[in-house]
C-alpha cells in the first residue's frame, strides 16, 4: 500500500533553514504528482510546493524564494529545502502524493494519501 514518511522536522531560529524529507513506498513514485502542505495550530491545512506528474514545480506566494521542493526519483524520496525560516512557517508540514496525470495538483482534495506529518517550529 501506499505509504509516505516524512522526517527532518524540528525547532529551528527565525532565518534558520531546515531540510524535510518524504521517503513514498507503495507506488510508481516516478509517475505521481508529490506535494507539500503544512497546518498550523487553529488553522486549515494550506499548500506549499508540489510537483505536478510531468515534473512542473508551483509554489505558494509565501514560500517563494525561500522554499525549494526537489525529488529523487531513485530514492523514491521528495525534498522541501526550507530557507530564511519565518515564525509564521510553524507548522505540521505534510507529504502527499497523487495518482491522476492531469487536473489540479495544489490543493488539499487533490490528495488521496498522505503522510503522518512532521513538526517544523520557528521560535527565537
Known amino acids: 500500500q501506499v505509504q509516505l514518511v516524512e522526517s527532518g522536522g524540528g525547532l529551528v531560529q527565525p532565518g534558520g533553514s531546515l531540510r524535510l524529507s518524504c521517503a513514498a513506498s507503495g507506488f510508481t513514485f516516478s509517475s505521481y504528482a508529490m506535494g507539500w502542505f503544512r497546518q498550523a495550530p487553529g488553522k486549515e491545512r494550506e499548500f506549499v510546493a508540489a510537483f505536478s506528474w510531468s515534473g512542473g514545480i508551483t509554489y505558494a506566494e509565501s514560500v517563494k524564494g525561500r522554499f525549494t521542493i526537489s525529488r529523487d526519483n531513485a530514492k523514491n524520496t521528495v525534498y522541501l529545502q526550507m530557507n530564511s525560516l519565518k515564525l509564521e512557517d510553524t507548522a505540521v508540514y505534510y507529504c502527499?502524493?497523487?495518482?491522476?496525470?492531469?487536473?489540479?495538483?495544489?490543493?488539499?482534495?487533490?490528495?488521496?494519501?498522505w503522510g503522518q506529518g512532521t513538526q517544523v517550529t520557528v521560535s527565537s
Open positions: 502527499a502524493a497523487r495518482p491522476a496525470r492531469s487536473g489540479s495538483y495544489i490543493g488539499v482534495n487533490d490528495y488521496p494519501y
